[in-house]
């Protein structure tokens, strides 16, 4: 089958044997792949192994001991090595695509997101009815995504920050409910005002770096800060008398340190609270670009120039 590999040479094409899934995972023709920041830091740290994490396709094969799955359903899941013709996960990494149609390049684009920021507004950020909720760095996919989870959990108020005008003036398609101007240095004053001086309850940050601090000063009094993404650098100076002052909460999340089961749980968590959005079609992502298999170097430079409004996803 042909795969993808990051090489110190860059990204190489090649040809490796297809997949033999183990018990427990299930063996997926891709249709789709989701390009994603963290395959760029793939590429930027090589070792010769397929890049990717997101994907949709039809399932060829079903381990032994996997649940709910059988050949021929249409699925979307997140696992490593997407970046392939074939792509073989644990069963607790994927879902059926639940209307017909969803096409390949919409399902293969929000699983990842759906995960991540579930776990991130609701396990780490204690999400309840009627928080303010402030997603820092809205107009990532990521921001699109939980803005629209945040809301549907029922969010009281959802704000989210971009330093682009065209595009904060897009984020109410989204869930937004007040667009923050996050080049504006006094930008936390106006989470505050949106919040009757209360602050946010839940921050979930896609950028950190230097503007951590403004995070921590938009948030409540016992707020919950959830680092998601490192756009901004992956350190910088640290208020330690905001952060004690405020008496905040701050965590993080990824995927690369959970064990197999960890994640499972965290999908059937995420499909327990959003199995109406997934049945409806949602989460909305607006696809920024279509690019066909060969053309993943094209798609890859793209995300690196940020210059687009959406997802991107390879096509097969």
């Known amino acids: 089958m042909k795969t993808f590999i990051a090489t110190t040479d860059g990204l190489r094409l090649v040809d490796t044997p297809r997949l033999i899934p183990k ?15 963290i395959d760029l830091h793939a590429l930027a740290n090589p070792t010769d192994q397929i890049i990717g994490m997101e994907w949709s396709g039809e399932v060829v094969e079903v381990g032994a001991e996997c649940q709910g799955f059988s050949v021929g359903d249409r699925v979307m899941g997140t696992g490593a090595a997407a970046y392939a013709e ?76 971009s330093g682009n005008a065209d595009r904060r003036g897009r984020l109410k398609e989204f869930g937004c409910d007040v667009g923050i101007d996050s080049s504006d240095e006094g930008w936390p004053r106006k989470v505050l005002d949106a919040t009757d001086g209360k602050g946010a309850d839940v921050v979930v940050d ?30 910088a100076a640290f208020d330690f008398n905001l952060h004690a002052l405020r008496r905040l909460e701050y965590t993080g999340v990824t995927f690369r340190t959970r064990t197999v089961e960890q994640v499972r749980t965290l999908n059937s968590l995420m499909l327990a609270d959003l199995q109406r959005m997934l049945v409806e079609g949602g989460p909305r992502v607006p696809i920024a670009g279509r690019f066909s298999f060969d053309r993943a170097a094209e798609a890859l430079d793209t995300m690196r120039r940020s210059e687009h409004f959406g997802k991107l996803v390879l096509e097969l």
């Open 23 to 37: 018990p427990t995972e299930i063996l997926v023709r891709t249709r789709a792949i989701g390009v994603n920041r």
């Open 86 to 161: 074939y792509v073989v996960t644990d069963y607790g990494r994927a879902v059926p695509i639940p209307k017909a149609e969803i096409d390949w390049g919409a399902a293969a684009a929000s699983m990842l997101g759906l995960q991540t920021m579930h776990d991130a507004l609701v396990t780490r950020g204690k999400l309840r009815p009627g928080h303010a909720v402030l997603v820092q760095g809205a107009a990532s996919v990521m921001g699109l995504i939980g803005m629209q989870i945040a809301k549907a959990l029922g969010a009281g108020v959802v704000l989210g920050t």
């Open 206 to 235: 896609n950028v950190s770096g230097t503007a951590f601090n403004k995070c921590m000063a938009a948030a409540a009094l016992e707020g919950r800060l959830v680092n998601v993404g490192r756009l901004g650098g992956a350190t």
